[in-house]
């Protein structure tokens, strides 16, 4: 019984390591996207002319440390080549 029950921990270890969020520095979206990091933070505020609401935001990680979802930024930019099929 204590051996299944460590095997059933094991395995929900291993779920939870492979359904981890692979997270990009503003240096890998810049690069992903080929837009620059101002015009990033743009997108990302309000008021600015060239403010897209679709655009994936940003994830605080720590004080002056930011990150976006890898899957995101993925997903923003399939709609953007499908969009231009339309």
């Not at 929900?12 to 240096?27: G, Y």
Request: glycine share 2%; with cysteine; aromatic share 8%.
């Amino acid at each position: 019984m204590e051996n299944l029950n460590t095997n059933s921990q094991n395995e929900t270890a291993n779920l939870n390591t492979l359904c981890l969020p692979r997270m990009l520095p503003l240096k890998e979206v810049t690069y992903h996207t080929g837009l620059s990091s101002t015009t990033i933070y743009d997108m990302l505020d309000k008021k600015s002319k060239r403010y897209d609401p679709s655009f994936p935001v940003q994830v605080k990680l720590s004080k002056g440390r930011v990150a976006w979802v890898e899957e995101e930024v993925a997903e923003w930019l399939n709609n953007k080549i499908f969009a231009r099929a339309q």
